[in-house]
């Protein structure tokens, strides 16, 4: 289902004079693996904000399976990424105040008024399988290696079929960096989804099977 095309991509932004991203053609397979890489400022963010939907398509198409984002207006976006992808960031984005537990399932109780029981129980298994030892500790008292083994359960709460992680190990250290890489690499197996992982860390793309490197918004050879 998840099978990605991109014909004719542009994205400009006011100011720039060449544009942030710019492919012709790309095409993976569901269920691919694949590292984006390249300089800062090279267009990795942006990339990963177009095929996740967060990201107006200026020009071109961007098709994931039969949906071409490119034809979808910013809210039938939303609900398409709400129904498909599970996104991890570099600075986690957790609620603080909140519960790892209730972080997770906070996507849930956004998408509807009440939430069904089975998604607590999908909830605390994801927080058991990457570890988490107690899901009603604040987000904010855990350590920064924990905190993204909670973003990485709340990715995976909706069982999307497409993980889109953003440098989801540049502001860890080598052990908890190594740690969410297996996590991303092994629940993004378990669930058959499409993995795409901005990275600086060769170990991290090394991982996965193949490496898109960008140069100033377009892909290299
Ligand atoms: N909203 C925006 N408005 C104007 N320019 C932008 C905007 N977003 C990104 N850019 C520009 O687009 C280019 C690509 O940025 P992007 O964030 O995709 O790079 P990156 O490869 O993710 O870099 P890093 O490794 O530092 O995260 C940069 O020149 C950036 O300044
Ligand atoms: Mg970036």
Excluded: Y
């Excluded at 009440?114 to 605390?124: D, G, I, M, N, T």
């Amino acid at each position: 289902m998840a099978a990605l095309s991109i014909r004719d991509l542009e994205v400009r932004f006011p100011g720039l004079a060449q544009p942030a991203l710019a492919i012709p053609a790309l095409d993976l397979d569901r269920g691919a693996r694949v590292a984006v890489s390249g300089p800062s400022g090279c267009g990795k963010t942006t990339l990963l904000n177009v095929l996740s939907g967060l990201e107006k398509i200026g020009h071109g198409h961007v098709a994931w399976a039969d949906t071409d984002l490119s034809r979808l207006g910013e809210g039938a976006r939303d609900r398409w990424r709400a129904a498909h992808v599970g996104l991890v960031m570099q600075d986690f984005h957790l609620f603080p105040g909140l519960s790892a537990l209730e972080n997770v399932l906070l996507p849930q109780r956004l998408g509807c008024w009440r939430l069904q029981p089975s998604k607590r129980v999908e909830a605390l298994r994801l927080l058991e399988r990457v570890g988490l030892p107690n899901p009603r500790q604040p987000v904010e008292t855990l350590s920064r290696g924990q905190m993204q083994r909670v973003a990485v359960a709340r990715a995976l709460i909706a069982r999307p079929e497409i993980l889109i992680a953003d440098e989801p190990t540049a502001s860890l250290d080598a052990e908890a960096g190594a740690a969410v890489a297996d996590l991303l690499l092994d629940l993004a197996q378990e669930a058959q989804a499409t993995l795409i992982v901005a990275t600086h860390d060769p170990r991290l793309a090394g991982r996965l099977s193949r490496t898109l490197r960008l140069d100033a918004g377009r892909l290299a050879a």
